[in-house]
Protein backbone atom coordinates (compact mmCIF):
# COMPACT_ATOMS: atom_id res chain seq x y z
CA UNK A 1 0.00 0.00 0.00
CA UNK A 2 2.66 2.43 1.24
CA UNK A 3 4.53 1.38 -2.54
CA UNK A 4 1.24 2.44 -4.39
CA UNK A 5 1.04 5.70 -2.50
CA UNK A 6 4.96 6.11 -3.62
CA UNK A 7 4.52 5.26 -7.26
CA UNK A 8 0.70 7.96 -7.14
CA UNK A 9 3.68 10.69 -5.97
CA UNK A 10 6.15 10.57 -8.62
CA UNK A 11 3.13 10.23 -11.26
CA UNK A 12 1.49 13.20 -9.98
CA UNK A 13 5.13 15.42 -9.87
CA UNK A 14 5.60 13.80 -13.33
CA UNK A 15 2.57 15.28 -14.86
CA UNK A 16 3.25 18.83 -12.92
CA UNK A 17 6.84 18.95 -14.64
CA UNK A 18 4.72 18.15 -18.36
CA UNK A 19 2.52 20.73 -17.87
CA UNK A 20 4.67 23.77 -16.72
CA UNK A 21 7.12 22.50 -19.54
CA UNK A 22 3.61 23.05 -22.45
CA UNK A 23 2.96 25.91 -20.86
CA UNK A 24 6.46 27.56 -20.77
CA UNK A 25 6.69 26.21 -24.70
CA UNK A 26 4.14 27.79 -25.90
CA UNK A 27 4.64 30.99 -24.22
CA UNK A 28 8.45 30.93 -25.66
CA UNK A 29 6.80 30.05 -29.09
CA UNK A 30 4.14 33.50 -28.22
CA UNK A 31 6.83 35.51 -27.38
CA UNK A 32 9.04 34.51 -30.00
CA UNK A 33 5.97 35.51 -32.92
CA UNK A 34 5.75 38.50 -31.11
CA UNK A 35 9.16 39.59 -31.69
CA UNK A 36 9.40 38.05 -35.12
CA UNK A 37 6.19 40.03 -36.27
CA UNK A 38 7.59 43.36 -34.36
CA UNK A 39 10.81 42.73 -36.23
CA UNK A 40 9.52 42.60 -39.94
CA UNK A 41 7.14 45.12 -39.10
CA UNK A 42 10.34 47.65 -38.20
CA UNK A 43 12.31 45.98 -40.92
CA UNK A 44 8.64 46.95 -43.58
CA UNK A 45 8.47 50.12 -41.94
CA UNK A 46 11.71 51.32 -42.64
CA UNK A 47 11.39 49.98 -46.37
CA UNK A 48 8.40 52.14 -47.14
CA UNK A 49 9.70 54.86 -45.28
CA UNK A 50 12.97 55.18 -47.22
CA UNK A 51 10.78 54.05 -50.11
CA UNK A 52 8.14 57.23 -49.32
CA UNK A 53 11.43 59.29 -49.28
CA UNK A 54 12.05 58.73 -53.18
CA UNK A 55 15.45 58.45 -55.32
CA UNK A 56 16.37 60.78 -57.09
CA UNK A 57 18.38 59.00 -59.48
CA UNK A 58 15.35 57.12 -60.80
CA UNK A 59 13.46 60.05 -60.73
CA UNK A 60 15.40 62.09 -63.35
CA UNK A 61 14.97 59.34 -65.87
CA UNK A 62 10.96 59.26 -65.16
CA UNK A 63 11.07 63.02 -65.14
CA UNK A 64 12.79 63.34 -68.27
CA UNK A 65 10.18 60.23 -69.74
CA UNK A 66 7.21 62.23 -68.66
CA UNK A 67 7.15 65.60 -67.68
CA UNK A 68 10.40 67.34 -69.43
CA UNK A 69 8.33 67.58 -72.51
CA UNK A 70 6.04 70.32 -70.83
CA UNK A 71 7.86 71.27 -67.66
CA UNK A 72 11.45 72.61 -66.61
CA UNK A 73 12.42 73.15 -62.85
CA UNK A 74 12.76 76.48 -62.88
CA UNK A 75 11.04 77.95 -65.67
CA UNK A 76 7.59 78.26 -67.01
CA UNK A 77 6.83 75.86 -70.17
CA UNK A 78 4.07 74.75 -71.24
CA UNK A 79 3.00 73.93 -67.67
CA UNK A 80 4.56 75.71 -63.97
CA UNK A 81 8.38 75.20 -62.81
CA UNK A 82 8.30 72.05 -60.76
CA UNK A 83 11.55 72.82 -58.66
CA UNK A 84 10.68 71.99 -54.93
CA UNK A 85 6.87 71.51 -56.09
CA UNK A 86 5.93 69.35 -53.61
CA UNK A 87 7.13 72.17 -50.16
CA UNK A 88 5.84 74.73 -51.94
CA UNK A 89 2.30 73.59 -52.71
CA UNK A 90 2.43 72.02 -48.93
CA UNK A 91 3.41 75.79 -47.33
CA UNK A 92 1.55 77.94 -50.10
CA UNK A 93 -2.08 76.41 -50.63
CA UNK A 94 -1.88 73.74 -48.25
CA UNK A 95 -2.10 70.49 -50.26
CA UNK A 96 -0.18 66.92 -49.28
CA UNK A 97 1.01 64.46 -51.74
CA UNK A 98 -2.50 62.84 -51.84
CA UNK A 99 -3.59 65.91 -54.04
CA UNK A 100 -0.68 65.45 -55.82
CA UNK A 101 -0.78 61.78 -56.91
CA UNK A 102 -4.59 62.55 -57.85
CA UNK A 103 -3.33 65.66 -59.69
CA UNK A 104 -0.53 63.92 -61.87
CA UNK A 105 -3.05 60.38 -62.36
CA UNK A 106 -5.92 62.69 -63.62
CA UNK A 107 -6.07 65.87 -63.62
CA UNK A 108 -8.89 66.47 -65.89
CA UNK A 109 -10.52 64.28 -63.36
CA UNK A 110 -9.52 66.85 -60.54
CA UNK A 111 -10.58 69.67 -62.42
CA UNK A 112 -14.21 68.17 -62.76
CA UNK A 113 -14.48 67.49 -59.46
CA UNK A 114 -14.47 71.68 -58.37
CA UNK A 115 -10.96 71.69 -56.85
CA UNK A 116 -10.25 75.39 -56.49
CA UNK A 117 -6.04 75.54 -57.00
CA UNK A 118 -6.61 72.65 -60.02
CA UNK A 119 -8.87 74.95 -61.73
CA UNK A 120 -6.73 78.04 -60.91
CA UNK A 121 -4.00 76.24 -62.61
CA UNK A 122 -6.22 75.30 -65.78
CA UNK A 123 -7.37 78.20 -66.25
CA UNK A 124 -3.87 79.97 -65.59
CA UNK A 125 -2.35 77.51 -68.31
CA UNK A 126 -4.95 78.09 -71.25
CA UNK A 127 -6.97 75.39 -70.07
CA UNK A 128 -4.97 73.11 -71.39
CA UNK A 129 -5.05 69.83 -68.87
CA UNK A 130 -2.20 68.05 -68.02
CA UNK A 131 -1.77 64.54 -69.45
CA UNK A 132 -2.96 61.96 -66.94
CA UNK A 133 -0.65 59.14 -65.97
CA UNK A 134 -2.56 56.30 -64.39
CA UNK A 135 0.92 54.15 -64.90
CA UNK A 136 2.62 55.80 -62.35
CA UNK A 137 2.84 54.36 -58.71
CA UNK A 138 3.22 55.66 -55.25
CA UNK A 139 6.59 55.11 -55.83
CA UNK A 140 7.50 56.47 -58.93
CA UNK A 141 5.83 59.66 -57.59
CA UNK A 142 7.84 59.80 -54.88
CA UNK A 143 10.89 59.42 -57.01
CA UNK A 144 10.14 62.41 -59.37
CA UNK A 145 9.45 64.25 -56.33
CA UNK A 146 12.58 63.57 -54.98
CA UNK A 147 14.52 64.83 -58.16
CA UNK A 148 12.49 68.03 -57.97
CA UNK A 149 13.30 68.87 -54.52
CA UNK A 150 17.04 68.38 -55.30
CA UNK A 151 19.01 71.22 -54.90
CA UNK A 152 20.57 72.35 -58.32
CA UNK A 153 23.56 71.52 -59.53
CA UNK A 154 26.63 74.00 -58.50
CA UNK A 155 28.99 75.30 -61.34
CA UNK A 156 32.16 73.87 -61.43
CA UNK A 157 34.40 76.41 -59.69
CA UNK A 158 38.52 76.61 -60.81
CA UNK A 159 40.33 75.10 -58.06
CA UNK A 160 42.55 77.54 -55.92
CA UNK A 161 45.76 78.42 -57.32
CA UNK A 162 45.04 77.30 -60.47
CA UNK A 163 45.67 79.57 -63.48
CA UNK A 164 44.37 79.65 -66.84
CA UNK A 165 46.82 80.49 -69.38
CA UNK A 166 45.69 82.03 -72.76
CA UNK A 167 48.21 81.53 -76.14
CA UNK A 168 47.73 83.89 -78.44
CA UNK A 169 48.10 82.20 -82.20
CA UNK A 170 50.78 82.84 -83.96
CA UNK A 171 52.53 84.73 -81.54
CA UNK A 172 55.75 82.13 -81.47
CA UNK A 173 55.80 81.83 -85.15
CA UNK A 174 55.90 86.09 -85.70
CA UNK A 175 59.13 85.85 -82.95
CA UNK A 176 60.72 83.52 -84.86
CA UNK A 177 60.31 85.14 -88.46
CA UNK A 178 61.14 88.78 -87.05
CA UNK A 179 64.01 87.03 -85.68
CA UNK A 180 65.15 85.33 -88.96
CA UNK A 181 65.04 88.98 -90.86
CA UNK A 182 66.96 90.74 -88.14
CA UNK A 183 69.53 88.13 -88.37
CA UNK A 184 69.46 88.62 -92.85
CA UNK A 185 69.86 91.88 -92.16
CA UNK A 186 72.85 91.30 -90.00
CA UNK A 187 74.12 89.13 -92.56
CA UNK A 188 73.74 92.11 -95.39
CA UNK A 189 75.02 94.79 -93.06
CA UNK A 190 77.87 92.66 -92.25
CA UNK A 191 78.79 91.81 -96.03
CA UNK A 192 78.84 95.75 -97.06
CA UNK A 193 81.12 96.42 -94.00
CA UNK A 194 83.56 93.61 -95.31
CA UNK A 195 83.04 94.93 -99.15
CA UNK A 196 83.88 98.41 -97.66
CA UNK A 197 86.93 97.41 -95.35
CA UNK A 198 88.36 95.51 -98.38
CA UNK A 199 88.29 98.54 -100.84
CA UNK A 200 90.11 100.87 -98.36
CA UNK A 201 92.94 97.91 -97.80
CA UNK A 202 93.50 97.59 -101.09
CA UNK A 203 93.45 101.20 -101.59
CA UNK A 204 96.13 101.54 -98.66
CA UNK A 205 98.01 99.00 -100.71
CA UNK A 206 98.35 100.78 -103.80
CA UNK A 207 96.18 97.40 -105.45
CA UNK A 208 94.03 98.33 -108.62
CA UNK A 209 91.10 96.50 -108.47
CA UNK A 210 90.18 95.32 -112.03
CA UNK A 211 86.76 96.87 -113.12
CA UNK A 212 84.59 94.17 -115.26
CA UNK A 213 84.25 94.84 -118.86
CA UNK A 214 80.14 95.87 -119.50
CA UNK A 215 77.97 93.69 -121.04
CA UNK A 216 74.97 94.46 -123.32
CA UNK A 217 71.69 94.28 -120.93
CA UNK A 218 69.50 91.07 -120.96
CA UNK A 219 66.36 93.73 -121.99
CA UNK A 220 68.11 95.21 -124.37
CA UNK A 221 69.78 91.40 -125.92
CA UNK A 222 66.11 90.50 -125.59
CA UNK A 223 64.47 93.34 -127.52
CA UNK A 224 67.08 92.46 -130.43
CA UNK A 225 65.76 88.41 -130.87
CA UNK A 226 62.63 88.64 -132.92
CA UNK A 227 61.92 84.94 -132.32
CA UNK A 228 61.75 85.39 -128.28
CA UNK A 229 59.89 88.60 -128.54
CA UNK A 230 56.79 86.52 -131.00
CA UNK A 231 56.98 83.41 -128.96
CA UNK A 232 56.71 85.41 -125.82
CA UNK A 233 54.42 87.33 -127.01
CA UNK A 234 52.22 84.53 -128.38
CA UNK A 235 52.42 82.64 -125.08
CA UNK A 236 51.20 85.88 -122.97
CA UNK A 237 48.33 86.43 -125.34
CA UNK A 238 47.38 82.47 -124.35
CA UNK A 239 47.76 82.72 -120.59
CA UNK A 240 46.03 86.53 -120.98
CA UNK A 241 43.19 84.58 -123.11
CA UNK A 242 43.07 81.24 -120.20
CA UNK A 243 42.53 83.80 -116.99
CA UNK A 244 40.16 85.59 -118.66
CA UNK A 245 38.14 82.70 -119.95
CA UNK A 246 38.23 81.57 -116.08
CA UNK A 247 37.20 84.62 -114.51
CA UNK A 248 34.21 84.83 -116.82
CA UNK A 249 33.35 81.21 -116.35
CA UNK A 250 33.12 82.10 -112.45
CA UNK A 251 30.89 85.03 -112.79
CA UNK A 252 27.52 83.89 -110.66
CA UNK A 253 29.25 80.93 -109.43
CA UNK A 254 29.12 81.48 -105.55
CA UNK A 255 30.58 77.65 -104.88
CA UNK A 256 31.69 77.77 -101.14
CA UNK A 257 29.71 81.05 -100.25
CA UNK A 258 28.92 81.00 -96.87
CA UNK A 259 27.37 84.57 -95.35
CA UNK A 260 26.65 84.84 -91.79
CA UNK A 261 23.17 84.63 -90.80
CA UNK A 262 21.29 86.93 -88.82
CA UNK A 263 20.54 84.38 -86.33
CA UNK A 264 22.76 81.46 -85.99
CA UNK A 265 21.07 77.86 -87.38
CA UNK A 266 23.64 74.90 -86.70
CA UNK A 267 22.40 72.42 -89.22
CA UNK A 268 25.08 69.82 -87.29
CA UNK A 269 23.12 70.40 -84.54
CA UNK A 270 20.15 70.19 -86.15
CA UNK A 271 20.30 67.84 -88.48
CA UNK A 272 23.05 66.05 -87.38
CA UNK A 273 23.40 65.27 -84.02
CA UNK A 274 19.47 65.15 -83.37
CA UNK A 275 18.53 63.43 -86.70
CA UNK A 276 15.56 66.30 -87.83
CA UNK A 277 14.94 64.79 -91.06
CA UNK A 278 15.45 68.07 -94.18
CA UNK A 279 12.13 67.42 -95.11
CA UNK A 280 10.56 68.12 -91.67
CA UNK A 281 11.60 71.77 -92.05
CA UNK A 282 11.95 72.44 -96.09
CA UNK A 283 8.45 70.95 -96.18
CA UNK A 284 7.76 72.39 -99.65
CA UNK A 285 10.48 70.15 -101.36
CA UNK A 286 8.13 67.79 -101.73
CA UNK A 287 5.88 69.70 -103.70
CA UNK A 288 6.79 72.45 -105.23
CA UNK A 289 9.22 73.91 -107.16
CA UNK A 290 11.49 75.58 -104.34
CA UNK A 291 12.78 73.90 -101.04
CA UNK A 292 11.11 76.91 -98.96
CA UNK A 293 12.68 78.82 -96.38
CA UNK A 294 11.05 77.51 -93.35
CA UNK A 295 8.87 79.76 -90.92
CA UNK A 296 9.85 80.64 -87.67
CA UNK A 297 6.44 78.68 -86.13
CA UNK A 298 8.11 75.66 -87.28
CA UNK A 299 11.41 76.78 -85.18
CA UNK A 300 9.02 77.28 -82.38
CA UNK A 301 7.43 73.57 -82.58
CA UNK A 302 10.28 72.55 -80.52
CA UNK A 303 12.13 76.19 -79.23
CA UNK A 304 9.04 76.43 -77.16
CA UNK A 305 10.49 73.86 -74.75
CA UNK A 306 13.94 74.77 -75.38
CA UNK A 307 15.09 77.74 -74.40
CA UNK A 308 18.54 76.67 -73.30
CA UNK A 309 20.51 73.81 -75.23
CA UNK A 310 22.97 71.38 -73.19
CA UNK A 311 25.85 72.86 -70.86
CA UNK A 312 28.08 70.54 -73.11
CA UNK A 313 26.22 71.80 -76.14
CA UNK A 314 26.52 75.51 -75.10
CA UNK A 315 30.37 75.25 -74.30
CA UNK A 316 31.25 73.34 -77.61
CA UNK A 317 29.42 76.12 -79.67
CA UNK A 318 31.66 78.72 -77.53
CA UNK A 319 34.90 77.23 -77.63
CA UNK A 320 34.73 75.70 -81.17
CA UNK A 321 32.51 78.07 -82.97
CA UNK A 322 32.21 81.18 -81.41
CA UNK A 323 28.80 80.72 -80.62
CA UNK A 324 26.48 81.23 -77.56
CA UNK A 325 23.46 78.84 -78.40
CA UNK A 326 21.53 79.98 -76.14
CA UNK A 327 22.05 83.82 -77.36
CA UNK A 328 20.58 83.25 -80.81
CA UNK A 329 17.63 81.28 -79.34
CA UNK A 330 16.62 84.51 -77.54
CA UNK A 331 17.18 86.02 -80.89
CA UNK A 332 14.32 83.75 -82.06
CA UNK A 333 11.92 84.42 -79.40
CA UNK A 334 12.67 88.26 -79.99
CA UNK A 335 11.60 87.88 -83.96
CA UNK A 336 8.36 85.97 -82.71
CA UNK A 337 7.40 87.91 -80.01
CA UNK A 338 7.31 84.96 -77.34
CA UNK A 339 7.28 85.89 -74.05
CA UNK A 340 9.32 83.11 -72.32
CA UNK A 341 8.25 83.85 -68.38
CA UNK A 342 4.44 83.97 -69.27
CA UNK A 343 4.79 81.54 -72.10
CA UNK A 344 2.37 83.37 -74.36
CA UNK A 345 3.56 85.57 -77.38
CA UNK A 346 2.97 89.32 -77.28
CA UNK A 347 2.48 89.94 -81.00
CA UNK A 348 5.51 92.16 -81.15
CA UNK A 349 7.28 90.46 -84.29
CA UNK A 350 9.81 91.75 -86.52
CA UNK A 351 11.08 89.88 -90.01
CA UNK A 352 13.83 87.84 -89.91
CA UNK A 353 16.24 88.51 -93.11
CA UNK A 354 17.80 85.49 -93.96
CA UNK A 355 20.43 85.62 -96.55
CA UNK A 356 20.01 83.33 -99.61
CA UNK A 357 22.82 80.69 -100.20
CA UNK A 358 21.49 79.30 -103.13
CA UNK A 359 20.54 81.05 -105.89
CA UNK A 360 20.15 80.05 -110.10
CA UNK A 361 20.01 82.35 -112.70
CA UNK A 362 16.13 83.21 -113.67
CA UNK A 363 16.81 81.13 -117.02
CA UNK A 364 17.27 78.13 -115.32
CA UNK A 365 14.47 76.20 -114.29
CA UNK A 366 15.00 73.66 -111.57
CA UNK A 367 12.27 71.88 -109.55
CA UNK A 368 12.69 70.21 -106.49
CA UNK A 369 9.18 68.38 -105.68
CA UNK A 370 10.46 66.72 -109.78
CA UNK A 371 13.91 65.37 -108.14
CA UNK A 372 12.93 64.94 -104.17
CA UNK A 373 9.63 63.29 -104.64
CA UNK A 374 9.66 61.36 -108.20
CA UNK A 375 13.76 61.07 -108.80
CA UNK A 376 14.35 60.31 -104.90
CA UNK A 377 17.28 62.20 -104.90
CA UNK A 378 18.63 62.61 -101.39
CA UNK A 379 19.59 67.00 -100.01
CA UNK A 380 22.84 65.74 -99.98
CA UNK A 381 23.19 64.72 -103.36
CA UNK A 382 23.14 68.84 -104.08
CA UNK A 383 23.73 70.44 -101.33
CA UNK A 384 27.02 68.44 -99.80
CA UNK A 385 26.96 66.93 -96.33
CA UNK A 386 24.56 68.91 -94.45
CA UNK A 387 24.68 67.42 -91.35
CA UNK A 388 27.89 68.08 -90.75
CA UNK A 389 27.88 71.93 -91.55
CA UNK A 390 27.86 74.35 -88.33
CA UNK A 391 27.63 77.15 -91.24
CA UNK A 392 25.69 76.63 -94.07
CA UNK A 393 27.34 76.81 -97.53
CA UNK A 394 26.98 76.54 -100.97
CA UNK A 395 28.87 73.22 -101.68
CA UNK A 396 28.36 72.45 -105.18
CA UNK A 397 29.12 74.52 -107.98
CA UNK A 398 25.41 74.76 -109.42
CA UNK A 399 26.96 75.01 -112.98
CA UNK A 400 25.04 74.26 -116.50
CA UNK A 401 27.58 71.16 -116.74
CA UNK A 402 27.27 69.84 -113.04
CA UNK A 403 24.08 69.53 -113.99
CA UNK A 404 24.16 67.79 -117.04
CA UNK A 405 27.20 65.83 -115.50
CA UNK A 406 24.69 64.19 -113.19
CA UNK A 407 21.84 63.49 -115.81
CA UNK A 408 24.46 61.40 -117.74
CA UNK A 409 25.34 59.47 -114.69
CA UNK A 410 22.40 59.63 -112.63
CA UNK A 411 19.94 56.22 -113.21
CA UNK A 412 16.20 56.88 -113.60
CA UNK A 413 14.20 55.53 -110.68
CA UNK A 414 11.40 53.21 -112.11
CA UNK A 415 10.45 51.17 -108.64
CA UNK A 416 7.18 51.62 -107.31
CA UNK A 417 7.07 54.46 -110.22
CA UNK A 418 4.08 53.74 -112.63
CA UNK A 419 4.69 56.94 -114.69
CA UNK A 420 8.03 55.80 -115.77
CA UNK A 421 6.99 52.50 -116.62
CA UNK A 422 5.93 52.41 -120.51
CA UNK A 423 8.84 54.71 -120.79
CA UNK A 424 11.41 53.12 -119.45
CA UNK A 425 10.41 49.65 -121.81
CA UNK A 426 10.42 51.37 -125.19
CA UNK A 427 13.77 53.37 -123.99
CA UNK A 428 14.83 50.18 -122.58
CA UNK A 429 14.50 48.41 -125.76
CA UNK A 430 16.26 51.48 -128.04
CA UNK A 431 19.27 51.50 -126.58
CA UNK A 432 19.32 47.75 -125.28
CA UNK A 433 20.12 48.66 -121.63
CA UNK A 434 18.08 47.65 -118.56
CA UNK A 435 18.69 50.76 -116.51
CA UNK A 436 18.50 54.04 -118.28
CA UNK A 437 20.14 57.76 -117.43
CA UNK A 438 18.41 60.92 -117.65
CA UNK A 439 20.15 61.92 -120.33
CA UNK A 440 18.65 59.21 -122.47
CA UNK A 441 14.89 60.05 -121.14
CA UNK A 442 15.31 63.71 -122.73
CA UNK A 443 17.40 65.06 -119.90
CA UNK A 444 19.94 67.17 -121.94
CA UNK A 445 17.34 68.62 -124.24
CA UNK A 446 17.49 72.52 -124.03
CA UNK A 447 14.05 73.09 -123.34
CA UNK A 448 14.30 71.15 -119.98
CA UNK A 449 15.96 73.72 -117.84
CA UNK A 450 15.53 76.84 -120.07
CA UNK A 451 12.54 78.59 -120.76
Known sequence: MKKSYQNLGVNSIYNMKQVIHRKLSSSLLRLGLIVLLTFSYSISAQEGEAAQEGDPVKGKSLYNANCAACHKLDKKMTGPALRNVEARLAEEEGLDREWLNAWIRNSAGLIKSGDDYANKIYEEYNKVAMTAFPQLSDQDISDILAYTAAPPPKPEEPVAGQQVVVQKPGISNEIILGALAVLFGLLALALVLVKKTLDRFAEAKGIEVEEKEKRMPLWKAFAQNQFLVLVTTVILL?????????????????????????????????????????????????????????????????????????????????????????????????????????????????????IRIHNLPDFAYFNHAQHVTVAGVECQTCHGPVEEMEIMYQHSSLTMGWCINCHRETNVKVEDNAYYEKIHEELSKKYGVEELTAAQMGGLECGKCHY
Open 238 to 354: LGSAYFVYGYLMQVGVDQGYEPVQPIHYSHRIHAGENGIDCKYCHSSARVSKHSGIPSLNICMNCHKAIGEVAEATQQEGINEYGVDYNAEIQKLYKAVGWDEDEQAYTGDTSPVKW
